[in-house]
């Protein structure tokens, strides 16, 4: 499956944004999601992922209470919408996929993802 990524922008810290993730294909509605942000200078990390279903989420502590992940498998696309964006939220976000995951332990490990999106800029600053 193809994912593409897309909705990232400028936003002034207290902002929001809602990120895209559109699938190729319509098996996606049997994929886990996940989303992933890398940071200038840092490594890649967890974000949030949603199983195939939309049933479970699970978030970063970073971001828990701010974003909300979730999917709409009849247009094939999940999305992440993100509120009250602080500098630090600043990042290339990455959408991923893969059918094999299925635990909250296995979800948020990026190595784990077998498909990925191209990554879109978000950028919190006033």
């Known amino acids: 499956v193809q994912l593409q990524a897309s909705g990232g922008g400028l936003v002034q810290p207290g902002g929001s944004l809602r990120l895209s993730c559109a699938a190729s294909?319509?098996?996606?509605?049997?994929?886990?999601m996940g989303w992933f942000r890398q940071a200038p200078g840092k490594e890649r990390e967890f974000v949030a992922a949603?199983?195939?279903?939309?049933?479970?989420?699970y978030y970063a502590d970073s971001v828990k209470g701010r974003f909300t992940i979730s999917r709409d498998n009849s247009k094939n696309t999940g999305y992440l919408q993100m509120n009250t964006l602080k500098p630090e939220d600043t990042a290339v976000y990455y959408c991923?996929?893969?059918?094999?995951?299925?635990?909250?332990?296995?979800?948020?490990?990026?190595?784990?993802?077998?498909?990925w999106g191209q990554g879109t800029q978000v950028t919190v600053s006033s």
């Open positions: 991923a996929a893969d059918q094999s995951l299925r635990t909250p332990q296995s979800m948020g490990v990026m190595e784990l993802y077998g498909y």
């Open positions: 949603i199983s195939w279903s939309g049933a479970n989420t």
């Open positions: 294909e319509h098996t996606f509605s049997s994929y886990t």
